[in-house]
């Protein structure tokens, strides 16, 4: 069976340092993988979507970037965090082949920038 | 793109049955989903309705509309543990999905 998992859990942040969130998922080849964020008590932004090993497609400009350096792996990162980056980091997946209907999440990142 | 509109928050009691609405508006559709997340969680799918007309599953049943851009969840003999956010979403076509702003259930006994 597919498994996702994501890290860290939570982390606390000051403003200005920077960030990584790594992601990956397990027993699948080829998923397409997502990075979504979600503030307190909103709905879920789209910010990064990638369906192959270094193809990105960014979905709201931002000081976040995204990597995907395996096929199975997925990162967020940011080099300078503003406070308005505060949120839970939510990273899925979806089969390669997928309908476009029925997505996967990981645990989600809570992310606290002070 | 794709928009998707849900009431932010509906209350019922414990057994009763209750209904959250989305309103969608897109450039293509694909089907209206619907997701379920618990606080300090992570979304986790109900059910799919690529067609018009009622998917039940269990006590949940989700309803399409595609004439009217419109679609419901459906939560019956309410339990505490149903007290979630509620999600509509819609694929944008770009292998990604929207989702509404969600809808807040509190179950009260």
């Known amino acids: 069976s597919q498994t996702i998992h994501q890290w860290p859990a939570t982390l606390v942040q000051p403003v200005g340092s920077p960030l990584s969130l790594e992601c990956t998922v397990e027993?699948?080849?080829?998923?397409?993988l997502y990075w979504y964020r979600q503030a307190a008590g909103r709905g879920l932004q789209l910010l990064f979507y990638s369906v192959g090993i270094g193809q990105i497609s960014s979905e709201v400009p931002q000081n976040l970037s995204a990597s995907r350096p395996q096929d199975r792996q997925f990162i967020l990162s940011s080099k300078k965090l503003l406070l308005s980056d505060s949120g839970f980091y939510l990273c899925a997946w979806t089969p390669e082949t997928h309908s476009g209907n029925t997505i996967y999440f990981g645990e989600g990142s809570w992310l606290t920038v002070v | 793109g794709q928009s998707l509109e849900q009431p932010s928050e509906v209350t019922a009691v414990e057994g009763a049955i209750v209904q959250i609405n989305c309103t969608y508006q897109t450039s293509g559709f694909y089907g209206l989903s619907w997701y379920q997340q618990h606080d300090g969680g992570a979304p986790t799918f109900l059910s799919y309705n690529g067609l018009d007309g009622l998917e039940e599953t269990g006590r949940f049943s989700s309803f399409l509309s595609r004439s009217d851009s419109y679609g419901y969840l459906l939560l019956q003999e309410l339990q505490m543990k149903d007290s979630a956010s509620y999600f509509c979403a819609a694929p944008t076509g770009r292998r990604a999905l929207t989702f509404g702003s969600g809808t807040r259930l509190q179950v009260q006994p």
């Open positions: 027993g699948t080849s080829n998923p397409n």
